[in-house]
């Protein structure tokens, strides 16, 4: 009980309002759902028990949250006859991280992690990220629309707002360093009513204290610009949006930190940590047990799972699914931008998403919105890619469904407060924690890691003494990319190198020498879906048909491997036998 | 950056590209074929198996010995230019000169053609699993029909050991086949249509000959497993391809393969804004493939989907003799629809005859005195009742595959049986072929196994091993 008694401590000049607050909702809970305990729990509100419907759970996690007077909401309300799938685990067991006591760990190499890592290998520290993956950006990093938010739909008051703000503020010298595109398009905002232009007032306010310009749109300018559109009751144009691929952005970020000395070790997953309800101790993952000075909480939809572990949960990860529709380059000419419509109630989660033209010229249609009780749950289905084209069909009538050439869906790492936690842990003093990042956390990275940089500083006692390493290199030299070449730069390389002539992936035209290049890179890729996130091998309107068997070849020819060995994603090997 | 100009630049060296380049040359011209693989070919490189050229050769051909008859012919005319390993970036229409300007990345460096005509021979590509609303997982062993047969027949693996086919169309047939021959299980071939969509004789001597089982008005919906597949979701539809539910069912799988159908490659012909046809997904073209833009032309796959490889080489003759300021060959005699057995009288077993892509369904009975008595059989066709004949007594059959290579050029060559050899000996003639290894140089046509298995037939090379 020490945790809770130290949480108490710490949260004693809040406690009496927090228990007048806490006897409300506990009430209120009970009242609902008689069997559901309620009680307090490390400074914020834990219910507990067993349901049959899991929106019982959701709406009991809602009533819970009180974001003055609570830490959190730690639902461990269980979905009764519900196998919950437990987390994904690399097959991979060795020994080569055993005894490691690196001054950093970080667990998760999502967006967060990365920027995370980078931002502290501007300092002599040893780092250490691990992810559990085969490969870093594979969930919400990855199924992911790839905006850079322009923050109008952010509560003032917000740490979302207060990240994605600085966040998108960085991204421009981010994208110069890392040689990752970027574009501010802007974001279109429709109103899907008549009345709604009266708030405008309102809106522009809102503007103003979240810092981020707006225009209005009249009912002429929004037909102007979508003639068909059933929507046409006038809108806002959010100047500050942008695009970006938030899975390159996430490999680039690893790969900066790790020129700039950091390490990163891929399908190596946290499965226990040892606390002594101070401080973390280790950490043992499937390669040996890690003794970190400064553990690194960065772990998505996992996050209160470790954060438990290390001995600080006060939060709860309730995933949220969403499905993506992708259609072909060629329905670009539905828009250049983002296309997003007016919701009241200022929650990004219930937009169900937008019209994207993605960095790489396809159209994005989502994200929908699901709750899930399992948190790896990234299945489509066929209803949600309905509503998608339903929904995003009155926006524009020009909108194909047979154009679509893949769709995915990803879940989000939800808490009950819809906020993002970014703090130095008051309870586990080396512990530092990014959780509950979903929207707009591809804006915010850079920013969070940041603050996160700093905490971690403090923790390791050299927030005065930490000096910048004098041989920091911002800027990552990159392979080229053949088709973004002027054809006098192409020929001179080819001549240089015949591999960049010899085109590989014809839908995205992708050269032998690029994907030779990605797997020998400064963080090797020896998968066909690793190859995809960084240079759009096999993303084309084909989905790697044609070049799917040559590039198998050539990671196998690159790698010293048979092709048998050659996988799709970690563990998923594509080929069984020879035939002969 | 060299600039070559050419009297008729043809973009594809598949069979399309191979006839029309070697028509537009006959009166002499400059011709280039520009194909972007390392090889002329195009997709028969992988069709290994056989019935090819029944209309022009009046034989079963395989895909590759289809092709290297082509192939040797474009060799061999000193008018044609190959440039393989060459693709595409760009192109237009130069509206002064009103000759095409291409721009082509190669081994060597960008290169730039221009010529006065063009043909545009790209081919297609297959439709995709998420094209037809399979959902679920996206792991490995989920993949196209095309890209399992570059797997199986091109690098001698297999992709999957316990295998569920989607798509009834000829390849998803044809690779049930190759499956089942190079060692998979294949549980099933489901097809969302109430009707089979490949060609009669694939479905008899694709499924039937091996027992694989076809479900029609099924289709799949799901797709398990996260690294790996680990089960399909399949379900009824409607006449009106909708799922019907309540009848959902899983079967635990490998693999999926799906067939589900091919879309004309043209994105070039776009580049160009040529007019398209929204029917068939191709150009819209004159008698002569001549498309919406003057002296452009459209020929085989990319114009639309053939099913039969002589209709494409003979579209391509007629694009490419009207280059050539040549009059139009007389059509060969064309093959007739396939139709059901519509006789009064029904008697002894139904067959279907399998020697051309006609597909006639036969009713055949063996008579007392030997002989046998055939109804259905188009016009009387002599090579019906022959094969009524053997398919009551030994059924025979062609087998195709290929052969391990010690040359680095063609690490698996493909093969066939000269004639066809009894059914029942198919496994035994694989077990064979997996142990026989070609290590010098061979031409096309050539023995590899000598009678094999004392059947009296040979097996003969049917691509080139250099």
């Known amino acids: ?580 | 950056m060299n600039i070559t100009e050419f009297k008729t630049i043809v973009i594809g060296g598949g069979p399309a590209g191979m006839q029309s380049a070697l028509s537009a040359s006959e009166g002499g011209d400059s011709v280039l074929i520009i194909e972007r693989e390392e090889k002329l070919g195009g997709i028969l490189k992988q069709c290994i198996h056989d019935g090819f050229g029944v209309i022009r050769y009046n034989e079963k051909l395989s895909g590759p010995e289809y092709a290297g008859i082509d192939m040797d012919k474009v060799k061999k005319d000193l008018n044609i230019t190959v440039k393989t390993q060459c693709f595409v970036t760009d192109l237009y229409k130069d509206e002064k000169t009103g000759k095409f300007k291409i721009f082509a990345s190669t081994e060597s460096g960008i290169e730039i053609f221009v010529s006065k005509f063009l043909v545009l021979a790209n081919g297609c590509r297959e439709r995709t699993a998420r094209q037809v609303q399979i959902h679920g997982s996206r792991p490995a062993g989920l993949l196209t029909a095309g890209a399992a047969q570059a797997y199986v027949n091109l690098m001698g693996a297999l992709p999957g050991k316990n295998i569920v086919i989607l798509g009834s169309g000829d390849v998803g047939l044809i690779m049930a086949r190759r499956f089942t021959l190079e060692g998979a299980k294949v549980l099933g071939v489901y097809e969302a249509g109430s009707k089979p969509s490949g060609l009669m004789r694939n479905i008899h001597q694709c499924l039937h000959d091996f027992d694989i089982p076809l479900h029609l008005s099924t289709t799949v919906t799901r797709v398990f497993g996260n690294r790996r597949v680990e089960a399909v979701e399949i379900a009824k539809t409607t006449e009106g391809f909708q799922i019907v539910a309540g009848t959902e069912q899983i079967i635990s799988c490998d693999t999926l393969v799906v067939s589900v159908g091919l879309i004309p490659e043209n994105e070039l012909a776009e580049k160009l804004k040529i007019k398209m046809d929204p029917k068939t997904n191709g150009p819209i073209v004159t008698e002569y493939m001549e498309t919406s833009l003057k002296n452009c032309f459209s020929v085989g796959n990319a114009l639309h989907v053939h099913d039969l490889v002589d209709d494409v080489s003979e579209g391509a003759e007629i694009a490419g003799r009207y280059i050539a300021g040549l009059p139009p060959l007389k059509n060969k005699k064309r093959i007739h629809e396939a139709t059901e057995y519509e006789g009064a009288e029904v008697f002894g077993k139904e067959i279907v005859c399998t020697t051309c892509p006609n597909s006639c369904i036969l009713m055949a009975e063996l008579l007392d005195g030997g002989g046998v008595k055939v109804a259905g059989n188009k016009g009387g066709c002599k090579r019906g009742i022959k094969f009524a004949q053997y398919e009551l007594t030994t059924p025979m059959r062609t087998l195709t595959s290929y052969v391990k290579t010690t040359r680095k050029s063609v690490p698996f060559a493909s093969v066939r049986t000269e004639k066809e050899v009894p059914k029942d000996k198919l496994f035994d003639i694989m077990e064979i072929l997996k142990t026989t290894v070609i290590k010098t140089p061979m031409k096309r046509g050539e023995v590899v196994v000598e009678n094999v298995l004392n059947t009296g037939v040979n097996v003969i090379l049917t691509t080139e091993v250099y």
Not at chain 1, 308 to 317: C, H, V
């Open chain 1, 1 to 580: 009980m020490l945790i809770d008694i130290r949480a108490r401590i710490l949260y004693n000049n809040i406690m009496e309002d927090f228990n007048k607050s806490f006897n409300k909702i506990k009430e209120k809970i009970e009242s609902l759902y008689p069997n559901f305990k309620v009680e307090p729990h490390n400074g914020g509100i834990r219910i507990s028990g067993e349901a049959e419907d899991y929106n019982d759970i959701l709406t009991a996690g809602n009533l819970a949250v009180d974001k003055v007077n609570s830490r959190g909401v730690i639902n461990d309300v269980v979905l009764k006859n519900h196998e919950y799938k437990p987390m994904r685990l690399p097959e991979v067991k060795d020994n080569s991280l055993e005894g490691a006591k690196p001054d950093v760990l970080i667990i998760g190499g999502g967006i967060v992690g990365t920027a995370i890592m980078r931002e502290l290998s501007r300092f002599n520290l040893d780092i250490l990220l691990i992810e559990k993956e085969y490969d870093l950006a594979t969930a919400q990093s990855s199924r992911n629309d790839g905006m850079i938010h322009a923050g109008i739909d952010l509560k003032p008051t917000s740490k979302k707002l207060h990240y994605n703000m600085r966040g998108n503020a960085l991204y421009d010298t981010l994208s110069k360093e890392l040689d990752v595109p970027i574009r501010r398009v802007g974001q279109y905002v429709l109103f899907t009513g008549r009345l709604q232009k009266l708030i405008y007032p309102f809106i522009k306010s809102r503007s103003r204290k979240n810092k981020t310009s707006i225009k209005f749109l009249s009912k002429e300018k929004i037909r102007a610009k979508f003639p068909s559109t059933k929507l046409n009751y006038g809108g806002i144009f959010c100047y500050k949006a942008g695009i970006v691929s938030p899975y390159l952005m996430t490999v680039r970020l690893a790969e900066s930190a790790v020129i700039n000395g950091a390490k990163l070790s891929l399908n190596t997953a946290c499965l226990e940590i040892e606390n002594n309800g101070e401080s973390v101790v280790s950490v043992l993952t499937n390669r040996g047990r890690i003794f970190p000075k400064v553990l690194i909480n960065a772990s998505g939809v996992w996050s209160d799972k470790i954060a438990e572990q290390a001995g600080d949960r006060f939060f709860t990860i309730h995933p949220r699914r969403g499905t993506e529709a992708v259609l072909d380059k060629k329905a670009g000419v539905v828009t250049n931008s983002v296309i997003g419509r007016f919701a009241f109630t200022g929650k990004s989660h219930t937009k169900g998403g937008g019209i994207i033209r993605t960095i790489d010229e396809n159209i994005l249609l989502g994200p929908t919105a699901t709750e899930s009780p399992d948190r790896e749950d990234e299945d489509t289905r066929r209803e949600e890619l309905q509503v998608l084209f339903k929904k995003h069909g009155e926006v524009t009538p020009l909108l194909d469904p047979r154009q679509v050439i893949t769709y995915f869906a990803g879940t989000r790492a939800a808490s009950y407060e819809e906020e993002f936690i970014v703090e130095r842990s008051p309870v586990i003093k080396n512990l530092i924690q990014s959780a509950g990042i979903q929207s707009p956390g591809v804006t915010a990275a850079p920013a969070i890691a940041e603050d996160i940089a700093k905490f971690t500083l403090q923790a390791l006692n050299l927030e005065k003494s930490a000096v910048l390493k004098d041989n920091f290199v911002a800027n990552l030299t990159t392979p080229p990319r053949v088709n973004e070449l002027s054809l006098e730069e192409r020929d001179a390389l080819i001549k240089q190198n015949p591999d960049y002539g010899i085109i590989i992936c014809r839908c995205e035209e992708i050269s032998k020498g690029e994907i030779i290049d990605a797997i020998n890179s400064p963080i090797p890729c020896h998968t066909l879906d690793g190859l995809k996130r960084r240079i759009r091998t096999g993303m084309g309107r084909c989905q790697g048909g044609f070049c799917a068997p040559l590039i198998t070849k050539i990671i196998a020819e690159q790698t010293g491997v048979s092709i048998l060995e050659v996988e799709k994603k970690g563990g998923g090997k594509i080929l069984f036998e020879k035939t002969k």
